[in-house]
């Protein structure tokens, strides 16, 4: 069968195999084929061979952590045939730590959880893949090749979760929210903030394309503005750029009480100027509260299909700006702009 593999390590390793071994039933009972996978920035940096790891024993990685496949069997009986699934990406140490142990893997203690197409577990960008029925979600059928986008969207979830947790210690309630960066995951989390009822702000660079259009669409506000700009205070900040003046710049601009969570990952060698002492005095005087949270567990890949399910269909679908046939995978792992979410297609959905 086809698999996008790399060998970790070596730059530029992608390739299409046409002869990769069938799923191993060890890597579980659930057998899936491939619809498609979506691509980030993660792949290419594993592309890049910035990081990334194979399966014990084994040379090559198939790459592929955003995943979209229909049911062909599932002996334990939890899935029906054609079933619409995802596999959820992290799975848990084999110690355990205490956060594995109870199903939040995602805070991983110790580090060594696993990851579908990222480290030690292979990905699903192959014709055919197997799981754990517990590990993998079912999607509402109606939402088709849209169902790529739950991975990103657990991950948006969970970031929702625990921001509604830090609004839960004062009697204040937030009325409105800033997401930096307009990719997916900035998108999808102003989708959230919106089906929560706030008022939504999105910031980007970008001023033409589709990004304005979308935000707009959702019903939320558009800013290609400087931070220090915008006009209001933000109750709420997701940042998802990683970008390095905008991480420090929003923790500066949330307002008293206020909540920021950091979904961007900042590549390293980059220093600015930063008044540390008033950013702290900032911090600690108007109670605000500073996090990162990344990947997801069952119960937010289960509330991403929630609200996937719950969301303009149409809308969605523009989230999704190309899709590429498995056989010409070079063109979608390529950086064009305009892009928002890049899907590889395997079969139709």
Wanted: aromatic share 6%.
């Amino acid at each position: 069968m086809r698999a996008l593999t790399v060998t970790p390590g070596k730059k530029d390793s992608l390739r299409l195999s046409q002869d990769f071994s069938e799923p191993d039933e060890r890597e579980g009972a659930l057998l899936v084929e491939a619809v498609a996978v979506g691509v980030c920035g993660t792949d290419r940096e594993i592309i890049a061979a910035d990081y990334g790891e194979a399966p014990p024993g084994e040379e090559v990685l198939v790459l592929g952590h955003e995943s979209l496949g229909r049911v062909v069997e599932d002996p334990t009986g939890q899935f029906e045939f054609g079933d619409l699934v995802a596999g959820i990406v992290r799975h848990p140490d084999p110690v355990p730590c205490a956060n594995c142990a109870a199903g939040e893997w995602d805070m991983c203690r110790n580090g060594q959880y696993t990851e579908h197409g990222i480290k030690g577990l292979d990905g699903f960008a192959r014709d055919r893949w197997r799981i754990e029925p517990e590990h993998a979600v079912k999607l509402d059928r109606s939402l088709g090749m849209l169902g790529v986008l739950l991975e990103p969207t657990s991950v948006v979830a969970k970031a929702w979760e625990l921001i509604d947790r830090f609004t839960e210690r004062d009697p204040w309630e937030p009325a409105n929210v800033l997401v930096t960066g307009a990719g997916p995951i900035g998108l999808l989390a102003a989708l959230l903030g919106r089906q929560r009822g706030l008022e939504v702000h999105v910031l980007d660079r970008a001023t033409d394309g589709p990004k304005p259009q979308l935000t707009h669409d959702l019903g939320a506000t558009y800013h290609s503005k400087p931070l220090g700009d915008l006009g209001f205070t933000p109750d709420l900040v997701l940042e998802c750029t990683g970008a390095p003046s905008l991480v420090f710049g929003v923790m500066d601009a949330v307002g008293p009480c206020g909540v920021v969570c950091l979904t961007g990952v900042s590549t390293g060698g980059h220093q600015i100027p930063v008044d540390g002492g008033a950013l702290n005095r900032a911090l600690v005087l108007e109670n605000n509260v500073v996090f990162g949270s990344v990947n997801a567990n069952a119960r937010h890949w289960k509330a991403g299909a929630d609200a996937l399910a719950g969301a303009n269909k149409k809308w969605l679908n523009r989230l999704i700006t190309r899709r590429v046939p498995v056989d010409d995978y070079a063109e979608a792992y390529a950086v064009r702009d305009g892009d928002i979410k890049v899907v590889v297609e395997f079969a139709t959905s």
